[in-house]
């Protein structure tokens, strides 16, 4: 059973590193539900980003909020990249599991 929705909006940014880049949104506290998280502090939802809709999890950003992952063929299939402006609609599963 999904939560609430929530909304967030935002620039693309990009973690570097040395394996791979990520791209992601940051999520502030304030749009961060109140449920338990499962490993390494993650939230599961289910997102909308324009066309598309998929299943991933925030993270904790350190002490400053959490991040969602996009993965690269979203931001192909949208057309986005970091540095993009984007809004996405999110929900949470209850039982954490998705």
């Known amino acids: ?49 324009g066309e598309s809709t998929w299943r991933t999890s925030i993270f904790p950003l350190k002490k400053d909020g959490y991040f969602l992952p996009i993965k690269k063929p979203i931001l192909k299939k949208e057309g986005l990249k970091s540095g993009d402006r984007v809004k996405v609609n999110y929900s949470v599963f209850k039982n954490n599991t998705i």
């Open 1 to 49: 059973m999904k939560t609430k929705e929530f909304s967030v909006s935002g620039r693309l940014t990009m973690f570097e590193n040395t394996v791979a880049p990520w791209t992601y949104l940051f999520v502030p506290f304030d749009k961060v539900p109140d449920v338990d998280p499962g490993g390494w502090g993650s939230i599961p939802v289910e997102v909308t980003l």
